[in-house]
């Protein structure tokens, strides 16, 4: 999956949503969000329950990896974008 994100925009915070499963009654969320402490964007992943079946764990999180990065690119692209030197 990789998010469509406009030039000069920045995804801050993106929910996943699944359904409950045979443990859990309630629907199941996943927050990705950023902040910067000023150096840049970094990554904060929330979730009160997430499953993960056994037999997609690794391409879930790589995928769930993937978008994270991107959300840090765009977000330091907008925020801290490189200083240009006088030639």
Known sequence: MKLEIPDGYAVTSITFGQPSDSCSHREQKLTLSLDDAGAGAFLIIGASRWSLDDDCVSKDLAKISAIGKQMCAS??????PPVKTPQ
Do not use: A, I, P, W
Not at 75 to 80: I, K, S, T
């Open 75 to 80: 977000y330091d692209e907008v925020f801290h």
